[in-house]
């Protein structure tokens, strides 16, 4: 059974810094792309970063430069680094977990239940 339980959020004014973990069970964290996820409310849910299983990082979106993803395949968890942070990264954040198919498309078909992240002076 494949289980993704995030930790880290909280409450950090502007300019501070946070680490995310999340802890992974079941067989998938070898083969899968793990990523973090964020949505505020009345937004979409957006990709922030996502690893491959060979530790290749991409952030398609806003947080190039300020967030750093990595992976630990000893404790099979991912991690998010998060500095220089801004009002508008407060969101609730979700790991997720997937197979990448040959185009590079990656289903993500598991989910953590998410953490709060408030960015608020």
């Known amino acids: 059974q494949v289980q993704l339980v995030e930790s880290g959020g909280g409450l950090v004014q502007p300019g501070g810094s946070l680490m995310l973990s999340c802890a992974s069970t079941g067989n998938i964290f070898s083969t899968y792309v793990m990523g973090w996820f964020r949505q505020a409310p009345g937004k979409q849910r957006e990709l922030v970063a996502l690893?491959?299983?060979?530790?290749?990082?991409n952030y398609p979106g806003t947080a190039a430069g300020r967030f750093s993803i990595s992976r630990d395949y000893t404790q099979n968890a991912i991690y998010l680094q998060m500095n220089n942070l801004k009002p508008e990264d407060t969101a609730t954040y979700y790991c997720?977990?997937?197979?990448?198919?040959?185009?590079?498309?990656?289903?993500?078909?598991?989910w953590g239940q998410g953490t709060q992240v408030t960015v608020s002076s």
């Open positions: 690893v491959t299983s060979r530790g290749s990082a």
């Open positions: 997720s977990a997937g197979p990448m198919n040959t185009t590079g498309w990656v289903s993500w078909d598991y």
